[in-house]
C-alpha cells in the first residue's frame, strides 16, 4: 500500500481510518476513483457525530462535482454544507458554499428559499381573506407593488397560481 501523499487521500483517525477529502490537485487520480473517495467522505461522516467536518466533505464533494463538468449535482451537497456550517457556527466555510453554489447556478438552498418571510406571510394571509392589494398595502404600510412583489414570490415558493388556490392552501389542515 503506498503511503505519499501525493498520491493517496489524507487518511484521519476517528474510531478507524476514514478517508477525509482535503484540497488535492485533481490529476493524482482518476476522476471516478476520486468522486468514489468524497462520497465514501461523506457517507462515513453521516453517523460519526462530526458536523464540522461531515461539512467540509459535503463542500469539498461539491466543489469536486462542479469543476469536473456535474454543477447541478454539486449543488446538494453544497447546500447541506451551508446548513451544517451555520450549525456549527461556521460562518466562513458557509460563505465558501454558498460561493461554490452560486457558481454552480444555485442561489440558496432548497431548504431556506421555500420557507415565507414575515411580510409574505402577512400577505398571503391578508389575501386568502379576499383583501385586495391596495387594502394590503394600508394595513402593512408598505406600497401595492411591494404587496405584490411579496404575493408573487409567495406562490411562487408555495408553487401556488391564484388566489383560489392559495385561500385552499392555507385552509388546508
Same mark, same amino acid.
Given at each position: 500500500?503506498?503511503?505519499?501523499?501525493?498520491?493517496?487521500?489524507? =487518511?484521519?483517525?476517528?474510531?478507524?481510518?476514514?478517508?477525509?477529502?482535503?484540497?488535492?490537485?485533481?490529476?493524482?487520480?482518476?476522476?471516478?476513483?476520486?468522486?468514489?473517495?468524497?462520497?465514501?467522505? =461523506?457517507?462515513?461522516?453521516?453517523? =460519526?457525530?462530526?458536523?464540522?467536518?461531515?461539512?467540509?466533505?459535503?463542500?469539498?464533494?461539491?466543489?469536486?462535482?462542479?469543476?469536473?463538468?456535474?454543477?447541478?449535482?454539486?449543488?446538494?451537497?453544497?447546500?447541506?454544507?451551508?446548513?451544517?456550517?451555520?450549525?456549527?457556527?461556521?460562518?466562513?466555510?458557509?460563505?465558501?458554499?454558498?460561493?461554490?453554489?452560486?457558481?454552480?447556478?444555485?442561489?440558496?438552498?432548497?431548504?431556506?428559499?421555500?420557507?415565507?418571510?414575515?411580510?409574505?406571510?402577512? =400577505?398571503?394571509?391578508?389575501?386568502?381573506?379576499?383583501?385586495?392589494?391596495?387594502?394590503?398595502?394600508?394595513?402593512?404600510?408598505?406600497?401595492?407593488?411591494?404587496?405584490?412583489?411579496?404575493?408573487?414570490?409567495?406562490?411562487?415558493?408555495?408553487?401556488?397560481?391564484?388566489?383560489?388556490?392559495?385561500?385552499?392552501?392555507?385552509?388546508?389542515?
Amino acid at each position: 500500500m503506498e503511503t505519499k501523499r501525493s498520491h493517496r487521500w489524507p =487518511v484521519a483517525a476517528h474510531g478507524g481510518a476514514y478517508p477525509f477529502a482535503l484540497k488535492r490537485p485533481a490529476t493524482q487520480e482518476p476522476v471516478e476513483e476520486a468522486e468514489q473517495h468524497h462520497r465514501q467522505a =461523506v457517507h462515513v461522516l453521516d453517523g =460519526v457525530g462530526l458536523p464540522l467536518r461531515r461539512a467540509q466533505a459535503l463542500l469539498h464533494y461539491g466543489r469536486f462535482l462542479r469543476h469536473n463538468g456535474q454543477p447541478v449535482l454539486a449543488r446538494e451537497p453544497l447546500s447541506e454544507a451551508i446548513q451544517e456550517s451555520k450549525a456549527c457556527g461556521e460562518a466562513r466555510l458557509a460563505a465558501q458554499a454558498r460561493t461554490e453554489l452560486r457558481a454552480s447556478g444555485g442561489r440558496r438552498s432548497w431548504q431556506s428559499s421555500r420557507q415565507l418571510s414575515s411580510q409574505e406571510q402577512s =400577505v398571503t394571509a391578508l389575501a386568502s381573506e379576499g383583501t385586495t392589494n391596495e387594502e394590503m398595502a394600508n394595513q402593512l404600510f408598505i406600497s401595492v407593488k411591494t404587496v405584490g412583489r411579496h404575493l408573487t414570490s409567495a406562490c411562487g415558493k408555495l408553487g401556488i397560481r391564484s388566489r383560489k388556490e392559495l385561500q385552499k392552501h392555507l385552509k388546508a389542515p
